[in-house]
């Protein structure tokens, strides 16, 4: 079956540094994504890994361990922005690519 | 020109009427997806167009019904929904068969069903 776990919600500060963890089964594999998504708005793209290890862009990386099925989106030097739901994606092609529930993330001044 | 519209953005419709969602992608992918999202749930996928041949998720109710012309649109037809298929409707493409497979979104259409 396919599966994707990730917390609910989480809470942070304006200026520092947030990890939202991400676990995954799915039946085939050709990467993990991470969106972002406001409220109200559709997601956006932040990132994608296919390899095992970090990925750096600016103030977000994401890791990825495909033995363990699991990933994490790094944020830093947190903005009130970012302010968001943050949803990790992993699958195969068409029908087998699956969105986790999210999580909420909350910047606070 | 935007990756991927929608239109419209809002629509109210009755229990009893008929309309239809539309979808349209100007990134040459090859896929193209229906999602639903609810208030505080996840996304739901619906539907998947690869290659033009539809992949069909087996709970979504025949009062949803999607097209596929081409590659580049896609539709969602609509009719006798339910107060509880008030919804955002996300349309998404993307590129099968490469790496990097993410997918794209549009705006969404928000539906309120009366």
């Known amino acids: 079956g396919q599966n994707i776990d990730q917390p609910t919600e989480m809470t942070a500060t304006e200026g520092a540094i947030v990890q939202i963890n991400c676990t995954y089964q799915?039946?085939?594999?050709?990467?993990l994504f991470w969106y972002q998504q406001h409220a109200g708005e559709a997601p956006t793209f932040l990132s994608y890994?296919?390899?095992?290890g970090l990925e750096e862009k600016g103030r977000f990386s994401s890791f990825l361990s495909r033995s363990k099925g699991y990933s994490y989106l790094l944020l830093k030097e947190l903005q009130m922005k970012d302010s968001a739901s943050y949803l990790c994606?992993?699958?195969?092609?068409?029908?087998?690519?699956?969105f986790g529930p999210g999580t909420r993330l909350s910047v606070l001044p | 020109e935007t990756g991927v519209t929608q239109t419209p953005r809002h629509l109210v419709m009755g229990m009893t009427n008929k309309k239809s969602l539309k979808c349209e992608q100007h990134?040459?992918?090859?896929?193209m997806y229906w999602y639903k999202q609810s208030a505080k749930k996840p996304l739901e996928l619906m539907f998947v167009?690869?290659?033009?041949?539809?992949?069909e998720n087996n709970s979504v109710p025949s009062r949803f019904s999607p097209e596929c012309p081409n590659s580049s649109h896609l539709f969602l037809h609509l009719h006798t929904l339910q107060p509880e298929d008030s919804a955002l409707y996300l349309c998404?493409?993307?590129?099968?068969?490469?790496?990097?497979?993410?997918?794209?979104f549009g705006p969404g259409t928000r539906l309120t069903v009366l």
């Open positions: 167009y690869s290659l033009e041949e539809r992949v």
């Open positions: 890994n296919v390899l095992d």
């Open positions: 994606a992993a699958g195969g092609y068409g029908q087998n690519f699956v």
């Open positions: 990134l040459g992918h090859n896929a």
């Open positions: 799915t039946s085939g594999f050709n990467g």
């Open positions: 998404a493409s993307s590129q099968l068969h490469g790496t990097g497979n993410e997918q794209f």
